[in-house]
């Protein structure tokens, strides 16, 4: 059994976009297995346990992942990641992973293949609102499908807005307010905003959304009107409705759960998509079970390994 | 992080009986977290996850085992499980053990506890029904709160019965037919059966029964007649109408959920019990995630282990 500590430093983003795509692929068909996402209460936080089974990568297991929002204070990060991988024909267990970077990153790469399979353009302006780990991994991933022209990033957290600005400054990138952010072709939302963040007066028509930060209920970054005026695509529609951007506007009536106008691998096996190039779509990802297969299975390929024993009892 | 590749061998029995019993207590008082098990069908089995928070014990964490009944032949364990923990007020991965025979453990732990308080003698005869790891575990179990005055061993493999009789050639204990064996003062059934091994006529009044095989839908090892003859305590309600001993009968009309007499943790707390001596009692054993996590953080205290990094990206 292998244990990968930081997998995400072998992470090939090309490469994990097209297994996170193709994770997609079999949720379209339904050829995945994964039970609904489970969650536990802790002092402080909570941890989500996510299994599946992803017979196109042969791979299945589970991640452990907690949320606790005072873990800054404490020098730890605010989400931790562990996945399980089993050898499916034995469900002998093959590796355990840190997943707290990939989680990140497999997040940024369905932002970026909801992107390519929605974006009405192949390259504009890029707008980040929130500037942390999800919109560093969203900025790296969306790059590698989409011709970023300039990106402006507006955070509640004017310092975190800079870093990041700084970080990528071979880009053409600047700290702006929210409204200017928000005016862009394509749009990244990482927050853990409870009231939305962006107003529906603020976006054009042909924008494409990725709203990434709403994953647990009473969580959301967007104006209720701005969902009934867009076209909803979502990763899984059991998780979206009870945890997704959708949550709160479903609660308070103000949106109705068949609006929603197809999943995203639905998209990818051609049966829904945007309807029209001044359509304004949103994929609301909460975050699928499966996507965390794929990374870990792109992670094994390359990522370094310690080798522990796993005694069964039986020789 | 820790990682424990052989906990069981750390495992001091009356502690983690005592452990299991206080795990029990929590899930009587309704002060533990315990979402309903998870099944994800792999190709030849399939795998449960197991997540649960139990605040006596300061414990949290997840059970990740699978059930593949052919891997005997491949040479490996048809049940391995692997168990994470996390620290409760941050959410931290703080260890990874090999669960494969803490499970078998923390079963014959659970059966331990019932009978002491369920059977209405505290000594006697002991039936084993079926032969294989978990009645080995129940037996050393049963041994630290039930005087064993002799051991009826039945398998439906002979040579499995007599590999264990000669294990445990220290007791008065010998292979017998499966009449014999029923014909206890305290039984331990333990076979994967998904049809009536013990009959309802072969058992007398005031016998106690852990019923420990059935632990997914379809299993059963006791005659139905016997059910509703008998008084029945459950580990988790939820859980035993899904997969217990009780799955069955229920299915097929033959046992009422509103006949349970009780949870386990109902009969510690002393709200529920054996109504007199004549009784027939049966602890309907699922195996529950909490006893999981009482087993995890019983190996801690005095396993070995290897630590691992734990990379957070926060330093």
């Given amino acids: 059994?292998?244990?990968?500590?930081?997998?995400?430093?072998?992470?090939?983003?090309?490469?994990?976009?097209?297994?996170?795509?193709l994770a997609f692929l079999?949720?379209?068909t339904g050829s995945c297995e994964m039970p609904p996402k489970s969650y536990v209460t802790l002092p402080g936080g909570d941890f989500r346990?996510?299994?599946?089974?992803?017979?196109?990568?042969?791979?299945?297991?589970v991640k452990v992942v907690n949320v606790h929002p005072d873990n800054r204070s404490r020098g730890?990060?605010?989400?931790?990641g562990l996945t399980v991988l089993l050898d499916p024909p034995t469900g002998k267990p093959i590796a355990i992973l840190n997943a707290t970077g990939l989680t990140d990153l497999r997040t940024g790469a369905a932002a970026a293949v909801a992107t390519r399979a929605l974006a009405p353009v192949k390259e504009g302006t890029l707008g980040l609102i929130g500037a942390g780990r999800q919109a560093r991994s969203g900025l790296l991933a969306i790059g590698e499908v989409f011709g970023i022209e300039s990106v402006r990033?507006?955070?509640r957290s004017q310092k975190s807005a800079e870093r990041l600005a700084a970080e990528f400054?071979?880009?053409?990138?600047?700290?702006?307010?929210?409204?200017?952010?928000?005016?862009?072709?394509l749009l990244l939302t990482t927050?853990?905003?409870?009231?939305?963040?962006?107003?529906n007066d603020w976006i054009s028509d042909g924008t494409h959304i990725n709203a990434i930060g709403a994953d647990a209920p009473g969580k959301q970054e967007l104006d209720p009107?701005?969902?009934?005026?867009a076209e909803v695509f979502v990763d899984d529609r059991e998780q979206a409705f009870h945890s997704g951007e959708v949550n709160v506007a479903i609660r308070d009536g103000l949106f109705s759960p068949d609006r929603i106008a197809g999943t995203l691998g639905e998209v990818l096996t051609g049966r829904a998509g945007r309807s029209s190039r001044e359509a304004i779509t949103i994929f609301d990802s909460t975050g699928i079970a499966i996507t965390d297969l794929a990374a870990a299975s792109e992670a094994m390929k390359r990522g370094d390994y310690i080798e522990l024993p796993f005694l069964t009892g039986c020789q």
């Fill in 191 to 199: 927050t853990p905003s409870i009231s939305p963040v962006i107003m």
């Fill in 225 to 229: 009107s701005l969902l009934t005026r």
């Fill in 153 to 155: 990033v507006w955070s």
């Fill in 76 to 80: 730890l990060p605010t989400v931790m």
């Fill in 1 to 21: 059994m292998r244990y990968y500590p930081a997998p995400e430093s072998a992470i090939d983003m090309p490469d994990l976009i097209e297994a996170v795509k």
């Fill in 49 to 61: 346990t996510m299994p599946s089974y992803l017979p196109g990568l042969t791979a299945a297991g």
């Fill in 26 to 28: 079999d949720h379209g």
């Fill in 169 to 185: 400054s071979s880009l053409d990138i600047r700290v702006t307010s929210v409204e200017q952010a928000a005016d862009s072709d």
